[in-house]
């Protein structure tokens, strides 16, 4: 697993189909700041509380000139449906060999319920307009980590 990343470090490159299947790059932000979050699975409790809290925050977002991308191992037809279903005006990325999870230390042994297991750890990562990492955070919140975001960024409602 690759360490975390940093502030400072680049940001690993990627592109990934989005909910409508068409490709979306990280370079396609370049010039603006990009909030990119990890979460792992559409339409479970937790990550739709997380997706509905960025989708609430949006408008604040863009205003102090973030764009938001979500990624997940899901399927692009299940993120269609999620999309759909929510509202969710974001890309929302397929990642479905969490090649990108990886790259972004995003990745790796959990703990559940007394087992270990592989997965995708809770994480966001906010890119600044050269395409380096400002922030860095892994292990988040699904409930609560906008706001905590929000106040890191010094973003108003």
Not at 15 to 25: A, H, P, W, Y
Not at 27 to 36: E, H, K, Q
Not at 57 to 66: Q, V
Request: glycine fraction near 8%; charged fraction near 25%; proline fraction near 7%.
């Amino acid at each position: 697993m690759p360490e975390r990343l940093i502030p400072g470090d680049p940001a690993p490159a990627f592109t990934l189909q989005n909910s409508d299947g068409r490709e979306v790059s990280l370079s396609d932000f370049r010039g603006r700041s990009t909030v990119v979050y990890f979460y792992p699975a559409a339409s479970t409790p937790g990550c739709t509380k997380q997706a509905c809290d960025f989708r609430d925050s949006l408008e604040s977002l863009e205003g102090a000139g973030y764009a938001v991308v979500g990624i997940s191992p899901d399927p692009v037809e299940k993120l269609a449906k999620f999309a759909a279903a929510e509202g969710l005006a974001f890309p929302l990325l397929s990642d479905p060999d969490h090649a990108v999870a990886e790259a972004y230390a995003a990745w790796g042994e959990k703990k559940n319920y007394g087992k270990t297991y592989e997965g995708l750890i809770r994480s966001t990562v906010v890119v600044d307009p050269e395409g380096k990492v400002a922030v860095a955070q892994y292990n988040v919140r699904a409930t609560g980590h906008v706001a905590k975001l929000r106040r890191d960024l010094k973003i108003d409602a």
